[in-house]
Structure formats: structure tokens, C-alpha cells
């Protein structure tokens, strides 16, 4: 069982938490083991939007599995130092430290600054209190108009509504890509965007699109990312001719079937590595024969919004329409 802790303060935003609570509560009702806990420094917080929320007083026993989330408030409501107390900042680095995932959404990045966990990493919050995040934690690395940012088990959001994209981006690194896409139907959303989007935008990662076919080859490639996937058996699934697909796909998600396959195996690397996992083995558990592809296509990822390999924009090597997705 995971545990995720959500530590609420006075003024939080109710959409900060409700978003990504929905998420693993979701995740909950569909399978998988997760058990939420709200606590606070008082049993009744007030939010910002007026409803009082009722927190538990103790900290649950947490272990590497479990997740530490800190919702964000309004920041006028508060002095510079913040909501948070001295023990739970504490809380904070300590489970950090202990190789669990700590995760802040808008305001709440304040917290984890506090707590010395954004400290040489990159980070980001809503764009209103960008600039202010970066005055106060000069030696963060503060990301500019992204949705959220993960570096080594700290992971931050811009907040409101992106509070779901970057719950849905855990429950994806921790169970795979078909799970969040799942959840994501099931609360009527489109599936998760990339952290990378600009905050202002509206368009929704690799599925924002009406191709049924293309849907439905993403949803064999989600199931079996980590597996070879020839493009014979991905048109089959879309009832299309295999260069129709390589088209449509292009079309649809600006990426060939091979290119989406390899960002959602990236993705789950990334998970394992920061909990522990070697490249290595991270490599061969997503699917990839060594770890020289998976270094290659995570050196793209930190040093820009460079395109996957497999992209349908020229110059960058995407393979022939007979290569198969693996």
C-alpha cells in the first residue's frame, strides 16, 4: 500500500488539493492500493474559497513508497516565511532523505524551498509567483511557464488545474501510462499533459486529437510499451494500412508510433532511477536491449524541448515506415 499525505495549511486552495486527490483516490476505486491522509497543524482549515476542510493532527508512518504532497495557498494571506511550521519542514526533507517523493502544487513549492529540497534542483510554481520563488531560493533553479517539473523525487507544479496533470504524470511513472490514461477517462479529462506545455496553453499531450485509429494504436502502445511492437500488428490494431498509420500518427501527435513508444518508456526510466534503480537496469526493464538509447533520449529531455526520436520534424533520424514500434 502507498500512502499519499497531503499537508494542508489555513487559505489552501481547494482546487490544489481536490485535483490530484481525485487522481489517487481514482486510482484507489480502480485497482490500485493507495490510502490518502489530510493533516494539518489544526483539525479545521479554512481555504480560500471558504469551505473548511477537517485535517487529521498526526502524521501517518511513512515509507519510500509513499508520497508527501503540499497543496498550495494564497501567498498574501501569509508572511514570507510561510504556513509551514519548523516539524513539518522537517517532515518534508526527512522523507525526502528516506527515498520517498515530495511534490508541492503552486504555492506550496514555497515549502519545499524551506525545507532545502529545491536547493541545485530545477523547480517550478504558478507564473504569478515565479519571480518571487526564485528571489527567495536564489539557489534553486526555477523553470519558467511549465506545468510541472520533476528532479530527483521533487516535484513541483504550477498549480490548479495542473495539480491533475502532475498526479496524473506519478500515477503513470508508477503504474505506466495505461493507468493515467484510464483515470483520466474516468474523470472526464483529457489524458495528462506534458510537463513541458507553457502554462497558458490548452493543448492536451499526444491525445488531444480525433483520430479513433491513432487512439486506438495508442491505447495497444500503452499496454505494452516496455514490449516489441511491430508497425504490421500497431496498424492491424488501427485497421489501417501501415504508411496510412505513419501518417495519421504524424498527423495526430507530431510523433511517429516508434517516437511515442520511446517517450513513455523514458518516462517509466525515469521513475525507476529515481528510486533507485540503476540506468541499466532501468533500461532493460522499460524495454530497451541497453542503456546507450535510454542515456541518449534523457540527454535530449534535460538539455531542452528537443524532439523524441521518432518525431515527425525532419533532421532527427525518424526511422522508415516499415520499422517497427520496438
Same mark, same amino acid.
Given at each position: 500500500?502507498?500512502?499519499?499525505?497531503?499537508?494542508?495549511?489555513?487559505q489552501?486552495?481547494?482546487?490544489?488539493?481536490?485535483?490530484?486527490?481525485? %487522481?489517487? $483516490?481514482?486510482?484507489?476505486?480502480? !485497482?490500485? #492500493?493507495?490510502? /490518502? &491522509?489530510? *493533516? +494539518?497543524? @489544526?483539525?479545521?482549515?479554512?481555504?480560500?474559497?471558504?469551505?473548511?476542510?477537517?485535517?487529521?493532527?498526526?502524521?501517518?508512518?511513512?515509507?519510500?513508497?509513499?508520497?508527501v504532497?503540499v497543496?498550495?495557498w494564497?501567498?498574501r494571506?501569509?508572511?514570507?516565511?510561510?504556513?509551514?511550521?519548523?516539524?513539518?519542514?522537517?517532515?518534508l526533507?526527512?522523507?525526502?532523505?528516506?527515498?520517498?517523493?515530495?511534490?508541492?502544487?503552486?504555492?506550496?513549492?514555497?515549502?519545499?524551498?524551506?525545507?532545502?529540497?529545491?536547493?541545485?534542483?530545477?523547480?517550478?510554481?504558478?507564473?504569478?509567483?515565479?519571480?518571487?520563488?526564485?528571489?527567495?531560493?536564489?539557489?534553486?533553479?526555477?523553470?519558467?511557464?511549465?506545468?510541472?517539473?520533476?528532479?530527483?523525487?521533487? %516535484?513541483? $507544479?504550477?498549480?490548479?488545474?495542473? !495539480?491533475? #496533470?502532475?498526479? /496524473? &504524470?506519478? *500515477? +503513470?511513472? @508508477?503504474?505506466?501510462?495505461?493507468?493515467?490514461?484510464?483515470?483520466?477517462?474516468?474523470?472526464?479529462?483529457?489524458?495528462r499533459?506534458?510537463?513541458?506545455?507553457?502554462?497558458?496553453?490548452?493543448m492536451?499531450?499526444?491525445?488531444?486529437?480525433?483520430?479513433?485509429?491513432?487512439?486506438?494504436?495508442?491505447?495497444?502502445?500503452?499496454?505494452?510499451?516496455?514490449?516489441?511492437?511491430?508497425l504490421?500488428?500497431?496498424?492491424?490494431?488501427?485497421?489501417?494500412?501501415?504508411?496510412?498509420?505513419?501518417?495519421?500518427?504524424?498527423?495526430?501527435?507530431?510523433?511517429?508510433?516508434?517516437?511515442?513508444?520511446?517517450?513513455?518508456?523514458?518516462?517509466?526510466?525515469?521513475?525507476?532511477?529515481?528510486?533507485?534503480?540503476?540506468?541499466?537496469?532501468?533500461?532493460?526493464?522499460?524495454?530497451?536491449?541497453d542503456?546507450?538509447?535510454?542515456?541518449?533520449?534523457?540527454?535530449r529531455?534535460?538539455?531542452?524541448?528537443?524532439?523524441?526520436?521518432?518525431?515527425?520534424?525532419?533532421?532527427?533520424?525518424?526511422?522508415?515506415?516499415a520499422?517497427p514500434?520496438?
Open positions: 500500500m502507498a500512502r499519499v499525505v497531503f499537508l494542508l495549511v489555513p489552501v486552495h481547494l482546487l490544489d488539493l481536490a485535483g490530484p486527490a481525485q %487522481v489517487f $483516490s481514482t486510482a484507489a476505486d480502480l !485497482g490500485h #492500493d493507495y490510502r /490518502l &491522509h489530510y *493533516v +494539518a497543524d @489544526r483539525e479545521v482549515v479554512p481555504t480560500v474559497q471558504g469551505v473548511p476542510l477537517v485535517a487529521g493532527l498526526e502524521w501517518p508512518e511513512l515509507t519510500r513508497d509513499d508520497l504532497v497543496p498550495g494564497r501567498p494571506a501569509h508572511g514570507p516565511q510561510g504556513p509551514v511550521g519548523p516539524d513539518d519542514l522537517r517532515r526533507a526527512d522523507h525526502h532523505a528516506a527515498g520517498g517523493t515530495v511534490a508541492s502544487v503552486c504555492a506550496g513549492a514555497y515549502a519545499l524551498g524551506r525545507a532545502g529540497l529545491l536547493d541545485g534542483r530545477r523547480c517550478t510554481t504558478h507564473h504569478e509567483v515565479q519571480d518571487e520563488l526564485a528571489r527567495r531560493f536564489p539557489a534553486a533553479r526555477v523553470v519558467r511557464d511549465v506545468l510541472y517539473v520533476v528532479d530527483d523525487r521533487v %516535484v513541483t $507544479s504550477a498549480g490548479i488545474a495542473s !495539480g491533475i #496533470d502532475v498526479a /496524473l &504524470h506519478l *500515477v +503513470a511513472t @508508477r503504474h505506466g501510462p495505461a493507468a493515467a490514461a484510464r483515470i483520466a477517462r474516468t474523470l472526464v479529462v483529457h489524458s499533459r506534458n510537463g513541458h506545455e507553457q502554462q497558458a496553453s490548452a492536451m499531450r499526444h491525445r488531444s486529437h480525433p483520430s479513433d485509429a491513432v487512439h486506438r494504436v495508442q491505447d495497444l502502445i500503452d499496454h505494452h510499451f516496455a514490449e516489441p511492437l511491430p504490421a500488428d500497431l496498424a492491424a490494431a488501427g485497421g489501417v494500412a501501415e504508411r496510412t498509420l505513419t501518417r495519421l500518427f504524424r498527423q495526430a501527435t507530431g510523433l511517429t508510433p516508434l517516437g511515442y513508444q520511446q517517450t513513455l518508456r523514458v518516462e517509466r526510466a525515469e521513475h525507476l532511477i529515481g528510486h533507485g534503480a540503476t540506468v541499466e537496469a532501468a533500461a532493460r526493464t522499460v524495454g530497451f536491449t542503456a546507450r538509447m535510454l542515456r541518449r533520449l534523457r540527454a529531455a534535460i538539455h531542452g524541448r528537443s524532439v523524441p526520436a521518432g518525431s515527425s520534424r525532419p533532421g532527427n533520424g525518424t526511422p522508415p515506415a520499422t514500434a520496438g
